[in-house]
């Protein structure tokens, strides 16, 4: 609407009166330019418009431990983020992209000086997997020199198990939404015939199978209204399953190529970093055996973890009398093991935390318990 209107504006001749300038002075300025360096603008970049309460709610919870101060609304679509600090904010951006009911939540750091009709929101980072690489030329360098076709080269990661470096290679870029998503990469050498490298792009958000656009999903097409009954030359393959590891900034020899957003990136094998996306880690549980002294009924404990903090706890007297410690820890086990599949339907529904569907270790110290519930023959 606002941008029809000022587009009418650019055919208007205007009256002497209409081209007065209203001077800005400081002590009218409502909020200080420096309160911008710890502040984020955020657009959900999707046809339909989205439910702005409930992003708040959402991102707020994500990056409580990012210190977020608060989350406004202030057009359809459109956020105003303000952190405590300008580390806070870094961290948050370093770690997308960030997606809201599967469209690509982009965000850029907040200007005074613009208006929020001047964010392009043309530009993410993210991991790409580049594939079919021979084995000889599995190397950080040519992973930066094939990240470089796809978008800005912001580092590669060399570890053997997340970054493979065997089946793929992995690179992280600035890419330019504003082009369709690139699906292979031709690699030459003057000893050997070409090959054709597939890539595969990480935590992708929603995008049209038609165009390859991010934020294009429905038909019409914007870039091409007549992609109808046509055969899709993109689709779900380009999404790259995540790697175990995913829920955290990943680990192993993260070779830097240019500093990401003019902050510093972990570099050492032993830094876990910032936290990407919230995870279940593991669950324990425990059982006092027989504990209460009038009836003999044993006492059950769990507690299960979210990114290293306490989010489910229990500690209650069991319904029923243990005969044997065995028994009242596989009571215990199973109470726990009910909670945890609660804890899973429960996360799968807020759609933000990927690594749910993954198995959730549970631990338990008695080997009686841990042998019993792995016998088949009882269930």
């Known amino acids: 609407m606002a941008d029809s209107l000022l587009a009418k504006l650019g055919d208007l001749t205007f009256t002497g009166e209409e081209q007065d300038v209203v001077f800005v002075t400081p002590d009218t300025v409502a909020i200080p330019a420096e309160d911008f ?32 101060l608060s989350i406004s609304e202030i057009n359809l679509n459109f956020f105003l983020i303000s952190f405590a600090s300008p580390v806070n904010r870094t961290n948050v951006l370093k770690r997308g992209p960030w997606d809201f009911q599967k469209y690509w939540f982009a965000l850029e750091q907040a200007d005074p000086n613009q208006t929020i009709h001047d964010y392009s929101f043309q530009h993410m980072c993210i991991w790409v997997r580049i594939h079919n690489i021979p084995l000889s030329l599995v190397t950080a360098a040519l992973a930066r020199v094939l990240g470089a076709s796809v978008g800005k080269v912001i580092m590669t990661d060399t570890h053997l198990e997340d970054g493979n470096m065997g089946e793929f290679m992995r690179v992280r ?54 992609m109808e009954g046509q055969k899709f030359q993109y689709g779900a393959w380009l999404r790259a399953p995540l790697p175990k590891r995913s829920a955290t900034w990943p680990r192993g020899r993260l070779s830097i190529v240019d500093d990401e957003l003019d902050a510093p990136v972990p570099v050492d094998s ?13 669950g324990y549980t425990d059982a006092s055996f027989q504990t209460d ?11 299960f973890c979210l990114n290293g903090g306490a989010v489910s706890w229990k500690s209650s007297k069991q319904d029923t009398v243990a005969d044997s410690t065995t ?29 749910i569907v993954d198995a959730v270790d549970l631990y338990c110290d008695n080997n009686g318990a841990i042998a019993q519930a792995k016998e088949p023959r009882s269930h």
């Open 327 to 355: 028994e009242a820890e596989y009571i215990a086990a199973s109470e726990a093991a009910k909670e945890v599949v609660w804890i899973k339907k429960f996360i799968t529904g807020l759609g933000f935390i990927p690594s």
């Open 270 to 282: 032993a830094s876990e970093g910032p936290s990407v996306r919230p995870e279940i880690d593991l």
């Open 293 to 303: 002294k009038d009836d003999s009924r044993s006492q059950s404990g769990f507690v």
């Open 173 to 226: 870029v600035l890419f330019n939404t504003s082009r369709p998503l690139r699906r292979c990469v031709i690699l030459s050498r003057p000893d050997a015939k070409a090959s054709m490298c597939l890539l595969q792009y990480e935590r992708l958000p929603l995008f049209y199978h038609g165009c390859g656009l991010i934020g294009h999903s429905v038909l019409p097409c914007p870039a091409n209204p007549k």
């Open 37 to 68: 360096a710890s502040s984020l603008v955020g657009k959900v970049v999707s046809p339909p418009t989205v439910d702005g309460s409930r992003l708040i709610r959402q991102f707020c919870s994500i990056w409580k431990d990012d210190k977020v």
